[in-house]
């Protein structure tokens, strides 16, 4: 079986990455979610182990210690991260992993995983847009809309840094686009593929 891969979405919040990675999953067979693990309380509605694994704020500083952690933050009096073992584990068998974390949970994941790892930046057409669509949620106050607008810039400075780009000026087409870039992760080289395949043509 080969060697799973990863797609990392990141992008401010508001630009439609929950949408487009919802629409992945049922569009390509072998993708599945990566699932953080967190210490924050589960809210109503919410199941384990598929929204998030939730551990207490002591167990999650247990697994830091031991070094589980691919990449982890600690937001808000919570911390939030990802296994590394269930990433192994997703990758064994042959998963397309996605990811949608933040610019240093790429640069983390990048690191780590750079041979097998495609990322994506998803955006809208302009910051006026971006705070629109945030607004139109009616889920944020003044002072939280300041800081994901300020996040949103600070994130977008780091778009150099990525393999590709979408902006999400219409959902369908964006959909689209992503998911034509998430089969090409297919094709995408990985250290131990390309040595096998040398090796089959040694003489």
Do not use: C
């Not at 982890?72 to 269930?86: A, C, F, P, S």
């Not at 390309?194 to 089959?200: D, F, G, P, V």
Request: charged share 30%.
């Amino acid at each position: 079986m080969n060697r799973g891969r990863i797609l990392v979405i990141s992008g401010p919040s508001g630009s439609g990455k929950s949408s487009i990675i919802n629409y992945l999953l049922t569009k390509i067979e072998n993708a599945t979610l990566s699932v953080s693990t967190t210490s924050r309380p589960m809210r109503k509605g919410e199941v384990d182990g598929i929204d998030y694994n939730f551990v207490t704020k002591d167990e999650f500083q247990k697994l830091i210690k031991e070094d589980k952690f691919l990449e982890y933050e600690h937001v808000h009096e919570n911390y939030y991260g990802t296994r590394k073992d269930l990433v192994e584990d997703a990758l064994e068998f042959g998963k397309l992993l996605i990811f949608d974390v933040d610019t240093r949970g790429r640069d983390n994941i990048h690191k780590h995983f750079s041979d097998i790892t495609v990322s994506l930046f998803v955006t809208t057409p302009s910051r006026d847009i971006l705070e629109e669509r945030l607004r139109n949620r009616g889920t944020e106050t003044e002072e939280t809309l300041k800081v994901r607008l300020k996040n949103a810039v600070d994130e977008m400075k780091q778009l150099p840094n990525f393999d590709y780009f979408v902006v999400n000026d219409d959902l369908e087409k964006a959909k689209n686009d992503v998911l034509k870039i998430a089969e090409l992760t297919e094709y995408k080289p990985s250290n131990s593929l390309t040595s096998a395949l040398i090796e089959l043509w040694e003489l």
